[in-house]
């Protein structure tokens, strides 16, 4: 992993989600919903909402719809009742493709993940066929600026627990295990870090280029239609993105 920057994948997603802010919020409610459901409604007992609670405020949500999906994760306000399914399979030119949904409706989530799947050239697999491709690990993005000094974040994250480390020209990634993942966040942004992305998610082991230019528009509207469906929570791939990509 080290060495291999994620970083074009990462201003990618991020262009994408800023587009597309009211399905980021409905997807952010289901998140803390299903975390409060399961774990119940006090972030400090619960480190699943405490992260769904943290990546809904980096996403700018208002505090009154974050205590509404609490609350009706914990039943204050009628139960939504949601399941997380996965998804596997493979995108153009055998690209694998991992997708994390949280739905009330397994029916209709499957047909139309299955329908982004064939409409663009690729197809679902079965349960395991990709995922052993991806390590879950907590990534935490952070922009370039004059006033960081490398190395001193660099042993910062070390200290903190880090397991990686990787700058490249646009900016830093610090890897970690979803274990370490809160306390190396914490560390950091208490010592005034801002953070482009801070996640536990998928990272994939190798990635694969596609060279075919219909290869990788059909990638690009895979993944488009994926994310802009409310059931899909992430989608993961293992696709090195072009530099020059447009969002």
């Known amino acids: 992993m080290a060495g291999h920057s994620k970083w074009n994948n990462i201003k990618n997603k991020k262009g994408k989600e800023d587009a597309r802010r009211g399905k980021i919020f409905t997807k952010l409610a289901r998140y803390i919903m299903v975390a409060a459901k399961e774990g119940g409604g006090d972030p400090e007992y619960n480190p699943a909402l405490k992260a769904a609670i943290d990546k809904a405020k980096a996403e700018n949500m208002p505090n009154d719809n974050i205590e509404r999906a609490i609350k009706k994760g914990t039943g204050e306000l009628g139960a939504d009742i949601f399941e997380e399914i996965i998804y596997e399979g493979y995108g153009p030119a055998g690209i694998a493709v991992f997708v994390s949904c949280l739905t009330d409706n397994r029916n209709r989530t499957a047909s139309e993940v299955r329908h982004a799947f064939d409409k663009y050239g690729g197809n679902l697999g079965q349960t395991g066929c990709v995922s052993f ?115």
Not at 155 to 162: F, R, W
Not at 173 to 184: R, Y
Not at 193 to 209: D, G, M, R, W
């Open 133 to 247: 491709m991806f390590d879950r690990k907590g990534l935490i993005a952070i922009e370039k600026e004059e006033s960081i000094n490398e190395e001193e974040l660099m042993m910062m994250a070390i200290d903190l627990g880090a397991e990686d480390f990787i700058s490249d020209e646009d900016g830093f990634e610090i890897i970690t295990s979803p274990e370490d993942f809160n306390k190396v966040r914490d560390g950091l942004s208490e010592n005034g870090f801002h953070f482009v992305v801070a996640e536990v998610t998928f990272i994939p082991q190798n990635t694969v280029s596609l060279t075919d230019e219909k290869d990788i528009k059909n990638m690009v509207k895979m993944i488009d239609v994926l994310e802009d469906n409310d059931d899909v929570q992430d989608v993961y791939h293992n696709w090195e993105m072009p530099d020059d990509l447009e969002e």
